[in-house]
């Protein structure tokens, strides 16, 4: 079964300074990739996704990610953050079983960005 | 274009009760699928539901239950209460066979089991 593991539980950063939240994934065939974001009380709101092709991927709010299948990694990357940024990052990925798809959640990030 | 609606938003359930949560799916999507995310952790696949049938399932007890009408919508049923049951019930909804296609959530039900 797949797996994906957010070794990071927080990261604390200052406002304007770059950030990279990191991912790993257990290797299969094909894989598909995503990176939500959660604020509080809020459900999940989808950042960006690798499907196929170019391994960097751009997202929503200047986020973006490099797909590495040698490392099976997929970490999030943004160059410059702000206040609003502050939030909670899930990494995800799709399983195909019985003729149908889920996603795998990891564990989660929250990042914490501070002025 | 309505997204992924939930209700309640919040409920409170003595140990031992029974609940219901509700789904409307975005416009378009035919699959619902269901996830129970306890505090600190992210989202864990409780099951999917497409054409009224439950498609896959995960590592939850048969006192997690589920239903899915001819309008697509979803609902939840969790008996016998515990109170590792307490967490945000997320649905999300998205196309059949569609595994490139991301899902989209509501914002979730919070349950509390006293």
């Known amino acids: 079964a797949q797996s994906v593991t957010q070794l990071d539980s927080q990261v604390p950063v200052f406002e304007e300074a770059p950030v990279e939240l990191r991912c790993n994934y257990s290797s299969s065939v094909s894989v598909y990739l995503f990176w939500y974001v959660q604020y509080p009380n809020q459900g999940l709101q989808l950042l960006l996704k690798?499907?196929?092709?170019?391994?960097l991927v751009k997202g929503i709010n200047g986020f973006e990610a490099e797909f590495n299948k040698s490392q099976t990694s997929f970490h999030l990357r943004k160059p410059s953050v702000h206040i609003s940024d502050t939030a909670e990052y899930f990494c995800?990925?799709?399983?195909?079983?019985?003729?149908?798809?889920?996603?795998?959640f990891g564990s989660g990030t929250r990042l914490l960005v501070r002025p | 274009d309505a997204g992924v609606t939930q209700s309640p938003t919040h409920l409170i359930k003595t140990r031992g009760q029974q609940v219901t949560l509700r789904c409307s799916p975005k416009s378009g999507h035919d699959t619902v699928s269901w996830y129970q995310q306890a505090l600190g952790q992210g989202p864990q696949f409780i099951f999917q539901?497409?054409?009224?049938?439950?498609?896959q399932r995960g590592n939850f007890p048969d006192r997690f239950s589920g239903h899915q009408f001819p309008n697509y919508s979803s609902e939840l049923n969790v008996n016998a209460l515990l109170l590792g049951d307490s967490a945000l019930y997320l649905c999300?909804?998205?196309?059949?066979?569609?595994?490139?296609?991301?899902?989209?959530f509501g914002n979730g039900t919070r349950l509390t089991v006293t």
């Open positions: 539901y497409y054409e009224e049938e439950e498609r």
């Open positions: 999300a909804s998205s196309l059949v066979g569609a595994g490139n296609s991301p899902l989209h």
């Open positions: 690798y499907l196929s092709g170019s391994t």
């Open positions: 995800a990925v799709s399983d195909y079983r019985d003729s149908s798809y889920k996603l795998i």
